[in-house]
């Protein structure tokens, strides 16, 4: 009887941490309120504001990859994505031979749809808040 009730707890407490292991990525994605890359080491402004799952719901965009995208032989790949590697595993802060740097990747990803929008900020202070 004691065997097979330790036997028990032992499963559950496996079941336990695969579900919580399960649940991780979804947290950290829905914890997002602004980006402060730490890829910059000492920063120069204020983390940018970025409320990951109200701005995109607010924004409309569907698609995963309009952001998290990935590349194959120099073009964009359609229906991929590259969510869970951040945009400093290829867009490095001194800039690379085959990717644009890490700081003019995220402007121009940030501010070129917002201009194209006519909605969302495009100044400084309004991404970078105190
Ligand atoms: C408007 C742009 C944008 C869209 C659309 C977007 N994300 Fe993100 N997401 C980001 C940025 C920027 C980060 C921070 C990346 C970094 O730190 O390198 C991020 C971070 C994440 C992270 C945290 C892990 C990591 O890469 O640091 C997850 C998970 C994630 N996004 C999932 C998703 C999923 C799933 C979708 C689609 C439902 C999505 N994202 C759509 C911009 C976006
Ligand atoms: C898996 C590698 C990879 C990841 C992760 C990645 N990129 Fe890129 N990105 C590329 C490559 C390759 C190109 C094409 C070369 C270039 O123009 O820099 C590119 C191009 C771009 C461009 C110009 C073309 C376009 O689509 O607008 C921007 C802007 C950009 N990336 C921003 C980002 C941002 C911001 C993130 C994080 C949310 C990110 N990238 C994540 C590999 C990646
Ligand atoms: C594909 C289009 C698109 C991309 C990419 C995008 N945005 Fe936006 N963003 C929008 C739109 C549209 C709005 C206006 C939404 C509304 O309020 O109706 C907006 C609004 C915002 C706002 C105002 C909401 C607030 O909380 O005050 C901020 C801040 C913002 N975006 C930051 C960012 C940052 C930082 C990035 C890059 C990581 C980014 N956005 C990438 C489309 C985009
Ligand atoms: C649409 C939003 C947006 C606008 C507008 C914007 N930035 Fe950024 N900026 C970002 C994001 C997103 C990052 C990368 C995340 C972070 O803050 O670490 C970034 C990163 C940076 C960094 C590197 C990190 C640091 O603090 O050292 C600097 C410097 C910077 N921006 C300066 C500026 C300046 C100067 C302007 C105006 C000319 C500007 N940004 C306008 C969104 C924006």
Redesign the pocket.
């Given at each position: 009887m004691r065997k097979r009730a330790v036997a028990l707890y032992a499963g559950m407490g496996v079941l336990i941490s695969i579900l919580t292991f399960m649940l991780m990525p979804a947290y950290s994605q829905e914890d997002i309120v602004?980006?402060?890359?730490s890829?910059?080491?000492?920063?120069?402004?204020?983390?940018?504001?970025?409320a990951h799952e109200e701005h995109n719901e607010k924004a409309e965009i569907e698609e995963c990859n309009v952001c998290h995208h990935l590349y194959r032989g120099g073009n964009k790949v359609d229906d991929e994505s590259s969510e869970g590697t951040n945009?400093s595993a290829c867009h490095y802060v001194e800039g690379g031979d085959t990717t644009r740097p890490?700081?003019k990747a995220?402007?121009e990803?940030?501010?070129s749809c917002?201009q194209e929008n006519k909605a969302?900020?495009?100044?400084?202070?309004?991404?970078?808040r105190k």
């Open positions: 602004n980006l402060a890359d890829a910059f080491g000492d920063r120069e402004r204020p983390a940018a504001v970025f945009c890490l700081m995220y402007h990803l940030c501010k917002h969302g900020p495009v100044t400084c202070g309004e991404c970078h």
